[in-house]
């Protein structure tokens, strides 16, 4: 099974975003809605988590090391979960803080520059989707018969749920900026921008929590996926081995697994007749489950009076 980290996804979505802050922010300057100061600042705070994505992975391919002997894969969870800080607080957080500044001291728009903010939001709207297009894209090719709810909460790779998450809140947030600039330009009254500004800030503040929750189980190790136990449970039965007496999985990195099992044997096998088998049955684990990349076989004789896992 693929886990593949979706860099064209991400690198997609960085493009678009770093194209679309600079308009909001200059859409900011003419008109200073406060709905287009949180989405600019939205914008530039996912641009750096695509660059934090970017750099988890390339940090993720170190060679093991003494210190590191199961490598560096899980630094792409460790990125993916400052991502979800960044966008808590760099994006919610300052847009609840904006929007409760703006209700304080609520100012109508520059008639002059009002179509500048519509015509950006508009703009945005059409360059997010079609970012959003490409991470649903680069996603199906692992997703599978998953709903997406199911994927963003069972995905090794945690590149594709974040940017996922990220260009689902975008173009939600760009709505609520729609929304509350539309309406303080059609009525004169601020509040209206402030209640947009809230809008996207609780947005933001709700996709960093499930992203933060998703990327904290992967950070202490989540075991294999049922397809892959599955196929690993298959491939472990074989000549010299009879049963399965324990299985135990942990994910390495998002395209590295552990596999460790304590194996049946038949207690008249020598010890060469053993380690043939047990070198047979780690062939038959990584052709059915490439990413099983370290496996520690135990061999033991099998008693139903004491099958006792450690």
């Known amino acids: 099974m693929a ?4 860099s064209k996804a991400i690198v997609a979505a960085l493009a678009a975003n770093l194209a679309i802050a600079v308009l909001k922010f200059l859409a900011y300057l003419l008109t200073l809605s406060s709905s287009m100061l949180a989405e600019s600042i939205h914008s530039l ?12 992975g390339k940090r993720a391919k170190r060679q093991a090391s003494a210190e590191h002997p199961f490598g560096y894969g899980r630094e792409r969870y460790v990125y993916a979960f400052l991502v979800s800080i960044i966008l808590f607080s760099v994006g919610g957080v300052f847009a609840l803080y904006e929007a409760y500044s703006k209700w304080q001291h ?6 002059q520059w ?38 963003i909460r069972t995905a090794k790779a945690p590149e594709l749920p974040a940017v ?15 929304f509350g600039v539309s309406m303080t330009i059609a009525t004169g009254n601020g509040h209206w921008d402030a209640v947009g500004t809230a809008l996207i800030g609780v947005l933001l503040v709700c996709v960093a929590v499930i992203l933060a929750v998703e990327t904290k189980s992967l950070l202490l190790g989540e075991s ?40 049946a044997v038949d207690k008249s096998e020598t010890g060469a007749q053993i380690a ?20 520690y076989l135990e061999p033991d004789i099998y008693s139903a009076t004491a099958d006792i896992q450690p």
């Open 276 to 295: 043939a088998a047990i070198d047979d049955a780690e062939k038959r684990v990584r052709a059915a489950v490439p990413i099983a990349r370290v496996i």
């Open 114 to 151: 009002a179509w500048v903010p519509l015509a950006v939001l508009v703009g945005s709207i059409l360059l997010e989707g079609n970012s959003f297009r490409t991470a649903i894209k680069e996603s199906n090719h692992t997703r599978g018969s998953k709903s997406w709810a199911q994927f």
């Open 3 to 6: 886990h593949g980290g979706g």
């Open 224 to 263: 294999a996926t049922e397809e892959d136990v599955r196929a690993i449970e298959q491939a472990l039965l074989g000549p010299g081995v009879s049963r399965i007496i324990h299985l135990k999985t942990l994910h390495l990195g998002p395209e590295e697994l552990l596999v460790a099992a304590k194996i």
């Open 106 to 111: 609520p100012h109508a728009m520059d008639a």
């Open 164 to 178: 996922l998450l990220e260009d689902s809140a975008a173009l939600l947030g760009l709505i609520f900026a729609l």
């Open 45 to 56: 705070a996912d641009s750096g988590n695509q660059l934090l994505l970017l750099l988890g």
